[in-house]
């Protein structure tokens, strides 16, 4: 103790010799950078060797020793203060410092004075001197502050109790409740509510010995705050030799723990038989749901616990909210299945279609039909809501166009408004999905009448490619010159399709991929084109290698990857029809656009109106067929067939008395007002029908 305080005189000594050199030069005296750097370390030592001293106090004898400091240090506090407030004599930094300074040793100086001051005058200095012992976890203080008879009021040790038992100092609450000392009930049940929520294993039985109690709200309020924080032992204390809380205090217990994420203490809530309202355990399902915490909603719903309908949808639509596939697949496991990779999700016999999600992560949707098939589509609402419509076909044509859509809407290049496939990373799994949707798609073909497509997603030479790609592999062929023979065919493939104008940026690199045997002239010169226009290459570089970096400017290599998933994916069935027809296969897996569209129509009706209104609709067709990408007519069929290609099936058209267009795409059915309008005031009605993407109407 006798060296602490010579090293704090020693530092005041030190600071004021400081203070007076500067303050000797006079008041408008600026000090340098370094005289204020050396007043900052010195006040600095200062603080800390007071801060020191204040903690070395361990009994009355060395804190009396402190007297002789006291009114030292209170003078530099004195001096400081006067200082910050000379702006003409330090830097504003330096006065600013100085403030911080003096606040410090103010502090440091208090603290050292409360155990100075005459402790054996009053019982208040004394109560004041043992909380302040109990903070900072002395024991002999208090020992000696409480001997020899020294009292101190039932309050204050109370209030010294809960002290120690939010800061854990056993030791403390030993001393304190020694020898028969009593507090109040409700004084102890704060110390237990304080022990709770930070933690303090082993203070709680301590509190609770010699018959003392607390309340069953008090103890349900300790739980509710262990549960916050995850101290399961506190909990298992609080509850121990059949102790119990209410049903109120529980929830909220369980409830806490599912948003803090703490799953092993709601076993430990809910065991023995203990219960909570179905209210209580949604809410918490739901608090689960928002954060993806698989975890907690298992043990919540565990030995065939359930919650009511109402909750289940709100934390579907929650999970579906926030990008938690999984967590909605647990919660129904009919709505999705599992991500790419984990096993499929059993039983289920519809796909219930949830907006966000499904835009989000289709990858979670194609998982579930390459694993167990296509069933009947239910979509839903953002708020967890079924919209209307059954399913008799037309939604689950519906889903399988936005699913495609969905899936390959950045996974693929443009080229003329046509998709190439193009995996931009390693993981082909949605590719090779898309493979295993396509042999779905094909195998239901067999059986209906009314065919399933998937949209006009890729250009015809996909087809043609993934004809090229499902070969046997010729054992006389290495694999290497296979794989850049295949790149080259699909790099030609591209090139075809890209417009006019753009192809000069190809046409060099194109040029010298179709050479098979370039000479050192074509060589060179095609190094000194790509150092012109793309980038600089190496010396001696091969023509191999060349044919790499074309690959790469028109991400062949990735289209390459992309397809040879589609392969893999495809069922044997189907890889042979697409081995045997080729680009034939477009039309029957993705359906087409074209002039026969016109013939599909089936009038039913004899009002003359309702007939122009379908000329109308003809005219509109055959000018939109000169679009090459024919937007507005991939519209119109989503709308009426729920598929953006031309239906198998005649689009049948019948007459509403209603003034606005209606139509069944479940059996492309579309009813067309017989009252009499403008050709555009009827284009302006089809129009409001095309940009409605509910599904009420099927």
């Given at each position: 103790?006798?060296?602490?305080?010579?090293?704090?005189?020693?530092?005041?000594?030190?600071?004021?010799?400081g203070?007076?050199?500067?303050?000797?030069?006079?008041?408008?005296?600026?000090?340098?950078?370094?005289?204020?750097?050396?007043?900052?370390?010195?006040?600095?030592?200062v603080?800390?060797?007071?801060?020191?001293?204040?903690?070395?106090?361990?009994?009355?004898?060395?804190?009396?020793?402190?007297?002789?400091?006291?009114?030292?240090?209170?003078?530099?506090?004195?001096?400081?203060?006067?200082?910050?407030?000379?702006?003409?004599?330090?830097?504003?930094?330096?006065?600013?410092?100085?403030?911080?300074?003096?606040?410090?040793?103010?502090?440091?100086?208090?603290?050292?004075?409360l155990?100075?001051?005459?402790?054996?005058?009053?019982?208040?200095?004394?109560?004041?001197?043992?909380?302040?012992?109990?903070t900072d976890?002395?024991?002999?203080?208090?020992?000696?502050?409480?001997?020899?008879?020294?009292?101190?009021?039932?309050?204050?040790?109370?209030?010294?109790?809960?002290?120690?038992?939010?800061?854990?100092?056993?030791?403390?609450?030993?001393?304190?409740?020694?020898?028969?000392?009593?507090?109040s009930?409700?004084?102890?049940?704060?110390?237990?509510?304080?022990?709770?929520?930070?933690?303090?294993?082993?203070?709680?039985?301590?509190?609770?010995?010699?018959?003392?109690?607390?309340?069953?709200?008090?103890?349900?309020?300790?739980?509710?705050?262990?549960?916050?924080?995850?101290?399961?032992?506190?909990?298992?204390?609080?509850?121990?030799?059949?102790?119990?809380?209410?049903?109120?205090?529980?929830?909220?217990?369980?409830?806490?723990?599912?948003?803090?994420?703490?799953?092993?203490?709601?076993?430990?809530?809910?065991?023995?038989?203990?219960?909570?309202?179905?209210?209580?355990?949604?809410q918490?399902?739901?608090?689960?749901?928002?954060?993806?915490?698989?975890?907690?909603?298992?043990?919540?719903?565990?030995?065939?616990?359930?919650?009511?309908?109402?909750?289940?949808?709100?934390?579907?639509?929650?999970?579906?909210?926030?990008?938690?596939?999984g967590?909605?697949?647990?919660l129904?496991?009919?709505?999705?299945?599992?991500?790419?990779?984990?096993?499929?999700?059993?039983?289920?016999?519809?796909?219930?279609?949830?907006?966000?999600?499904f835009?989000?992560?289709?990858?979670?949707?194609?998982?579930?039909?390459?694993?167990?098939?296509l069933?009947?589509?239910?979509?839903?609402?953002?708020?967890?809501?079924?919209?209307?419509g059954?399913?008799?076909?037309?939604?689950t044509?519906?889903?399988?166009?936005?699913?495609?859509?969905?899936?390959?809407?950045?996974?693929?290049?443009?080229?003329?408004?046509?998709r190439?496939?193009?995996?931009?990373?390693?993981?082909?799994?949605?590719?090779?999905?898309?493979?295993?949707?396509?042999?779905?798609?094909?195998?239901?073909n067999?059986?209906?009448?009314?065919?399933?497509?998937?949209?006009?997603?890729?250009?015809?030479?996909?087809?043609?490619?993934?004809?090229?790609?499902?070969?046997?592999?010729?054992?006389?062929?290495?694999?290497?010159?296979?794989?850049?023979?295949?790149?080259?065919?699909?790099?030609?493939?591209?090139?075809?399709?890209?417009?006019?104008?753009?192809?000069?940026?190809?046409?060099?690199?194109?040029?010298?991929?179709?050479?098979?045997?370039?000479?050192?002239?074509?060589?060179?010169?095609f190094?000194?084109?790509?150092?012109?226009?793309?980038?600089?290459?190496?010396?001696?570089?091969?023509?191999?290698?060349?044919?790499?970096?074309?690959?790469?400017?028109?991400?062949?290599?990735?289209?390459?990857?992309?397809?040879?998933?589609?392969?893999?994916?495809?069922?044997?069935?189907?890889?042979?029809?697409?081995?045997?027809?080729?680009?034939?296969?477009?039309?029957?897996?993705?359906?087409?656009?074209?002039?026969?569209?016109?013939?599909?129509?089936?009038?039913?009706?004899?009002?003359?109106?309702?007939?122009?209104?379908?000329?109308?609709?003809?005219?509109?067709?055959?000018?939109?067929?000169?679009?090459?990408?024919?937007?507005?007519?991939?519209?119109?069929?989503?709308?009426?067939?729920?598929?953006?290609?031309?239906?198998?099936?005649?689009?049948v058209?019948?007459?509403?008395?209603d003034?606005?267009?209606r139509?069944?795409?479940?059996?492309?059915?579309?009813?067309?007002?017989?009252?009499?309008?403008?050709k555009?005031?009827?284009?302006?009605?089809?129009?409001?029908l095309?940009?409605?993407?509910?599904?009420?109407?099927?």
């Open positions: 103790m006798s060296g602490s305080i010579s090293r704090l005189n020693q530092a005041i000594v030190e600071l004021n010799t203070m007076e050199s500067l303050n000797s030069k006079g008041p408008g005296y600026r000090a340098s950078r370094e005289e204020k750097k050396n007043i900052q370390r010195l006040a600095d030592r603080i800390g060797e007071c801060n020191q001293t204040r903690n070395d106090l361990q009994d009355i004898t060395a804190i009396l020793q402190i007297s002789p400091l006291y009114q030292q240090t209170r003078r530099l506090y004195t001096q400081l203060e006067i200082n910050h407030t000379l702006e003409s004599g330090f830097l504003h930094s330096l006065g600013l410092h100085l403030g911080r300074t003096a606040t410090k040793i103010k502090e440091a100086i208090d603290r050292v004075q155990f100075n001051s005459t402790i054996t005058s009053t019982d208040y200095t004394r109560g004041q001197a043992v909380m302040r012992a109990a976890g002395h024991p002999g203080t208090i020992t000696q502050l409480l001997a020899n008879g020294s009292t101190i009021s039932e309050e204050v040790r109370g209030q010294a109790v809960i002290i120690a038992a939010r800061r854990g100092h056993a030791g403390i609450i030993t001393q304190l409740l020694a020898n028969g000392a009593t507090i009930q409700e004084l102890r049940s704060q110390a237990v509510i304080n022990a709770a929520a930070y933690g303090r294993a082993g203070i709680i039985p301590q509190l609770l010995a010699n018959g003392a109690t607390i309340s069953q709200e008090v103890r349900g309020q300790a739980v509710t705050q262990a549960a916050k924080f995850g101290h399961a032992g506190i909990i298992t204390e609080l509850l121990a030799n059949g102790a119990t809380i209410s049903e109120t205090d529980r929830g909220r217990a369980v409830i806490n723990a599912a948003y803090e994420r703490h799953a092993g203490i709601i076993p430990q809530l809910l065991a023995n038989g203990a219960t909570i309202s179905q209210q209580v355990r949604g918490a399902v739901m608090n689960a749901a928002a954060y993806g915490r698989a975890g907690i909603i298992t043990e919540l719903l565990a030995n065939g616990a359930t919650i009511s309908e109402r909750s289940r949808d709100q934390a579907i639509e929650i999970a579906a909210r926030y990008g938690h596939p967590i909605v697949a647990l129904r496991p009919a709505l999705a299945a599992p991500l790419p990779g984990a096993p499929p999700i059993p039983g289920g016999t519809r796909i219930y279609v949830m907006p966000q999600e835009a989000e992560h289709p990858e979670v949707y194609l998982a579930n039909v390459a694993a167990a098939g069933k009947p589509v239910t979509f839903m609402n953002l708020d967890g809501s079924k919209q209307e059954l399913d008799a076909g037309g939604l044509k519906q889903f399988i166009c936005q699913l495609a859509e969905h899936l390959l809407l950045k996974e693929v290049i443009e080229r003329e408004g046509c190439f496939p193009c995996a931009r990373k390693e993981e082909t799994t949605p590719y090779t999905q898309l493979g295993q949707l396509l042999s779905h798609i094909d195998q239901a067999t059986t209906k009448t009314d065919f399933l497509y998937i949209g006009e997603i890729f250009p015809p030479e996909t087809y043609t490619l993934l004809q090229m790609l499902a070969r046997p592999q010729d054992p006389s062929e290495p694999l290497e010159t296979r794989n850049e023979r295949e790149c080259i065919a699909i790099a030609n493939a591209i090139f075809s399709l890209t417009k006019p104008e753009e192809q000069s940026n190809y046409r060099e690199l194109m040029d010298f991929l179709n050479i098979t045997d370039p000479s050192p002239v074509q060589i060179q010169a190094k000194e084109y790509l150092e012109s226009t793309w980038e600089e290459v190496k010396e001696g570089i091969t023509p191999k290698e060349l044919r790499e970096i074309c690959f790469q400017k028109m991400e062949v290599q990735q289209c390459h990857r992309a397809m040879s998933a589609i392969i893999r994916g495809l069922s044997a069935a189907l890889k042979g029809k697409i081995l045997a027809q080729g680009a034939a296969m477009a039309s029957k897996l993705q359906g087409e656009i074209n002039h026969r569209l016109l013939d599909k129509f089936t009038l039913t009706s004899q009002s003359p109106v309702v007939a122009e209104k379908l000329g109308w609709i003809k005219e509109k067709i055959t000018s939109e067929l000169k679009d090459p990408e024919k937007v507005w007519i991939k519209r119109f069929l989503k709308a009426v067939t729920s598929q953006s290609v031309m239906p198998t099936a005649s689009i058209i019948r007459e509403t008395p003034i606005m267009c139509s069944h795409t479940c059996f492309c059915q579309l009813d067309l007002p017989r009252e009499p309008t403008s555009e005031k009827f284009f302006e009605r089809l129009e409001l095309m940009a409605d993407e509910g599904f009420g109407l099927t």
